[in-house]
T-cell receptor, first 114, second 111 residues
Framework: DGGITQSPKYLFRKEGQNVTLSCEQN?????MYWYRQDPGQGLRLIYY???????QKGDIAEGYSVSREKKESFPLTVTSAQKNPTAFYLC?????????????FGDGTRLSIL | GESVGLHLPTLSVQEGDNSIINCAYS??????FIWYKQESGKGPQFIID?????DKRQGQRVTVLLNKTVKHLSLQIAATQPGDSAVYFC??????????FGAGTRLTVKP
């Protein structure tokens, strides 16, 4: 089945450590996104990529980094500079970034601090 | 309705009743809207979408209504079932797939 796979489901970060969240899609979508979800709040955009080897900062990019070396993969690194990393992280993809392109989501990674 | 506070609005309905979940969106220029369903510990699941040139769109057991005059979107679920229990949130497309998401409404279905 086509879809978006995020791993791991749960992740723990130690002080000063960088951690990387994986996102893979086999939908042949050009655009991919990373969001952060905090309790009681709407999704907030961290980074997005419209095409391979290109990505743009979203609303809350500080303390995060991404790469897009392959169309199907868009890993997110939560760096030690992100002082409040505890959240539910969601990856999404869409065919393109024009209007009327629904974003489809993976099942998320929950990141906690040790 | 939608909230950015810590506590989501809740809607509790009896199994078999119809549910109506509301959303107020922010930008009068938004041209595309989506309703998502999110179950606990999972990612959002696409339910139905609507373009701004439409007022109503129907799917299987769901209907979305769009009132651009008051920037209001609603999701109607017919014959609500226990499996419909989840958080529902709307998303609006501001421009070129810059989506803005509401915090959601928690729907609880009582058997």
């Amino acid at each position: 089945d086509g879809g978006i796979t995020q791993s791991p489901k749960y992740l723990f970060r130690k002080e000063g450590q960088n951690v990387t969240l994986s996102c893979e899609q086999n939908l042949n979508h050009d655009a991919m996104y990373w969001y952060r979800q905090d309790p009681g709040q709407g999704l907030r955009l961290i980074y997005y990529s419209q095409i391979v080897n290109d990505f743009q900062k979203g609303d809350i990019a500080e303390g995060y980094s991404v790469s897009r070396e392959k169309k199907e993969s868009f890993p997110l690194t939560v760096t030690s500079a992100q002082k409040n990393p505890t959240a539910f992280y969601l990856c999404a993809s869409s065919r393109g970034t024009g209007s009327n392109q629904p974003q489809h989501f993976g099942d998320g990674t929950r990141l906690s601090i040790l | 309705g939608e909230s950015v506070g810590l506590h989501l609005p809740t809607l509790s309905v009896q199994e078999g009743d119809n549910s109506i979940i509301n959303c107020a969106y922010s930008n009068s220029a938004s041209d595309y809207f989506i309703w998502y369903k999110q179950e606990s510990g999972k990612g959002p699941q696409f339910i139905i979408d609507i373009r701004s040139n439409m007022d109503k769109r129907q799917g299987q057991r769901v209907t979305v209504l769009l009132n651009k005059t008051v920037k209001h979107l609603s999701l109607q679920i017919a014959a609500t079932q226990p499996g419909d229990s989840a958080v529902y949130f709307c998303a609006e497309n501001i421009i070129n797939n810059d989506m803005r998401f509401g915090a959601g409404t928690r729907l609880t279905v009582k058997p």
